[in-house]
């Protein structure tokens, strides 16, 4: 027996052409989107073919398992997009094939992509991150003089610390410079203020060349203390219109030692980051009861008593001693200055430290969290590609178009809705918000349901996406109605009872009447009936078969303003005036909804509305029906 049929052969093959296409197309959309983020990086550098080769291979192998996810989605969309197109589904469901068993073959394909991803995440793409990452911080350091950011201090040029306020990327001319130089030691420390100035590399490579135009430098004459702010400490001031210094520095690209991005998670395999975790989760621990027995030993001493005695006998020094509001009365002004300054001091350097200790055990957890969510990602990632085949397939089913055209844009809306909601929960869970595990897996838990719902309907022949469908729907949401059209008959076999018809529109006319009257359509109804004690309006469905049976009888005259006045006469509704849901429990829920139940409530008031005026347009009608039935019975009028 043949495992693999001739069907299996045919699908696969049209599958992987497909997605061998995309993937490389996608690869590609990403490595242009990846550049143009780093392309300051890259522009100006001077940097060798084999460097930028070395660039772009990395930077493709970390895109890769955003790329396949993307390649499964569209590949299987526009593949059974043209299975549809062409009827080929249909012979195949025709022939007793279901569904199921189409979408099998390409299932087990994206299954071994799905293992093919994670094993790929986890051996390949650490290895090509922490070499990326040490290819673009080697980029960076080769030309610092297009790295210095605006209005922050730039302090990667050793013995410089350098702040801009502008910035001219066009000319290079930086403007609103202030520079701190501590190459001779912060004993003497300078200081340079200048209104330009222009940063270039020399062409050995070796140094950099600062030129300053019309600016102020200030010089420490004191070698025992750097600090040019007191006023008692001698300084030299040089004012100066050009100026070119020489700073050391080897702009050469010198790449440099990748094992000093090992610590980053990213760069690690998944037992790496599980062994991290519980190295971090030591360290915070350990950190943890550090903290707290500095703090029960300098500031809850005494504040925990270890046994009953101990505890009555704080209480009794605590009524010995004299009250702290009455010890401060008895300062004089200078002793209470001093001690308000001495407590303001105190609390400072208790919140300064505390504030230092929250900093360390928060970077602690941040790299705690950094390590959960990679460890998931590697998960999410790969599941990525198994869920956009159960969505692509379907909707390729559902769809029946082939080509680039309507699949491109259906994969390019589902792929944004994925990375949106991926972003997000990645960006909660990075910030602690929320928790990793439901951060990092929020697109797997939106996007699945989604996927089995489409698989439901496309092995149902479901029209998912008939909009007709869809706008009938919202009509009775909103309570729209469709309007009538009827046009005259060329050949009537049945000519109307207009007599007994008479006799029905005013009876008809009259019922409504009395309904209007009886219902109080116009007051404003009320909230506990409506939810809590409801009756079925046996009389509106009445009122409507009788409106209908008319509507169908007058259809056979020949007198073309009764057709018009029929197409005028409303559509009835029988229920929504009445109550939202069908069932007294659904009912019951949402009236005790507060907001649901105003909603509906008020919905219900602008039906009972629209009924009134409904009836009062039945009546309208009958009676001009009734006329001019009166004018064609007696001879009183030609046919209009």
């Known amino acids: 027996m043949r495992y693999i049929k001739k069907i299996d052969i045919y699908i696969l093959k049209n599958f992987l052409l497909l997605f061998a296409g995309t993937f490389f197309i996608c690869l590609f959309i990403f490595i242009m989107q990846f550049i143009w983020q780093y392309i300051d990086d890259l522009v100006g550098k001077g940097l060798s073919w084999d460097?930028?080769?070395?660039?772009?291979?990395?930077?493709?192998?970390?895109?890769?398992?955003?790329?396949?996810?993307?390649?499964?989605?569209?590949?299987?969309?526009?593949?059974?997009?043209?299975?549809g197109e062409k009827l080929e589904l249909l012979s195949m469901k025709a022939a007793g094939i279901p569904l199921i068993r189409i979408l099998s073959p390409i299932f087990i394909i994206s299954t071994l992509i799905c293992v093919a991803s994670f094993y790929f995440q986890d051996l390949v793409q650490p290895?090509?991150?922490?070499?990326?990452?040490?290819?673009?911080?080697?980029?960076?350091?080769?030309?610092?003089e297009l790295d210095i950011p605006e209005g922050i201090f730039y302090s990667e040029i050793p013995g410089?610390?350098?702040?801009?306020?502008?910035?001219?990327?066009?000319?290079?001319?930086?403007?609103?410079?202030?520079?701190?130089?501590?190459?001779?030691?912060?004993?003497?420390?300078?200081?340079?203020l200048a209104d330009s100035a222009r940063l270039q590399g020399t062409e050995d490579q070796k140094h950099l060349k600062l030129t300053l135009f019309g600016g102020e430098r200030f010089r420490n004459m004191d070698s025992q203390t750097g600090n040019m702010l007191k006023a008692n400490i001698p300084y030299m001031r040089e004012t100066f219109h050009t100026e070119v210094d020489m700073i050391p520095f080897d702009a050469s690209f010198n790449m440099m030692d990748a094992n000093?991005?090992?610590?980053?998670?990213?760069?690690?395999?998944?037992?790496?980051?599980?062994?991290?975790?519980d190295s971090l989760n030591t360290v915070s621990d350990s950190i943890g009861r550090h903290y707290l027995k500095?703090?029960?030993g300098q500031y809850l001493k005494g504040a925990f008593p270890k046994d009953t005695q101990d505890s009555a006998a704080l209480m009794s020094r605590a009524k010995e001693q004299e009250p702290l509001d009455s010890t401060y009365m008895h300062l004089n002004p200078t002793q209470r200055k001093t001690a308000i300054k001495s407590a303001l001091t105190n609390a400072q350097s208790t919140q300064a430290e505390f504030e230092f200790r929250g900093m360390t055990t928060g970077n602690t957890n941040s790299t705690l969290r950094r390590h959960h969510m990679e460890a998931r990602k590697k998960f999410t990632h790969s599941l990525?590609?198994?869920?956009?085949?159960?969505?692509?397939?379907?909707?390729?089913?559902?769809?029946?178009?082939?080509?680039?055209?309507?699949?491109?844009?259906?994969?390019?809306?589902?792929?944004?809705?994925?990375?949106?909601?991926?972003?997000?929960?990645?960006?909660?869970?990075?910030?602690?918000?929320?928790?990793?595990?439901?951060?990092?897996?929020?697109?797997?838990?939106?996007?699945?349901?989604?996927?089995?719902?489409?698989?439901?309907?496309?092995?149902?022949?479901s029209v998912v996406f008939n909009i007709e469908g869809y706008q009938n729907f919202f009509k009775r949401l909103l309570g729209i109605r469709t309007k009538r059209k009827l046009n005259r008959k060329e050949i009537i076999i049945h000519e109307p009872d207009y007599p007994q018809l008479v006799m029905d529109i005013e009876a008809l006319a009259e019922d409504c009447r009395q309904y209007s009257i009886r219902k109080r359509l116009l007051n404003i109804p009320s909230y506990y009936a409506i939810f809590f004690r409801f009756h079925e309006d046996h009389v509106v469905r009445e009122l409507k078969e009788r409106t209908e049976k008319l509507v169908e009888q007058l259809h056979n005259s020949r007198d073309v303003a009764i057709i018009g006045a029929l197409n005028e006469m409303p559509i009835l509704y029988t229920e929504a005036?009445?109550?939202?849901?069908?069932?007294?429990?659904?009912?019951?829920?949402?009236g005790i909804c507060f907001p649901v139940g105003i909603l509906l409530w008020l919905r219900i008031w602008r039906f009972r509305l629209r009924l009134y005026q409904d009836i009062s347009q039945i009546q309208k009608l009958g009676q001009f029906i009734t006329e001019r039935i009166n004018k064609q019975i007696y001879g009183q009028g030609n046919q209009a």
Request: charged share 15%; hydrophobic share 50%; glycine share 8%.
């Open 51 to 83: 460097v930028l080769i070395e660039f772009f291979f990395y930077a493709s192998l970390t895109l890769v398992p955003m790329s396949l996810p993307l390649a499964v989605l569209l590949a299987s969309l526009i593949s059974f997009g043209n299975m």
């Open 160 to 192: 410089y610390s350098i702040f801009v306020q502008k910035k001219d990327t066009k000319t290079g001319m930086l403007h609103g410079v202030m520079i701190y130089s501590t190459q001779g030691g912060y004993d003497k420390m300078e200081i340079v």
């Open 577 to 590: 005036h009445t109550r939202p849901f069908n069932t007294r429990r659904k009912n019951m829920i949402a």
């Open 127 to 144: 290895k090509a991150t922490r070499q990326l990452a040490t290819l673009l911080w080697s980029m960076r350091q080769k030309s610092p």
């Open 384 to 461: 990525a590609c198994l869920i956009f085949f159960f969505i692509g397939a379907p909707l390729g089913a559902i769809i029946r178009k082939g080509g680039l055209g309507v699949p491109v844009v259906v994969s390019v809306i589902v792929f944004i809705f994925y990375y949106i909601i991926n972003a997000a929960g990645e960006k909660m869970a990075k910030s602690g918000e929320w928790a990793v595990w439901f951060g990092i897996w929020l697109s797997t838990m939106v996007l699945t349901p989604i996927g089995l719902f489409l698989i439901n309907r496309a092995n149902k022949d």
């Open 294 to 296: 500095i703090a029960k």
């Open 260 to 277: 000093l991005f090992n610590g980053d998670a990213k760069t690690k395999e998944l037992t790496k980051i599980l062994s991290g975790i």
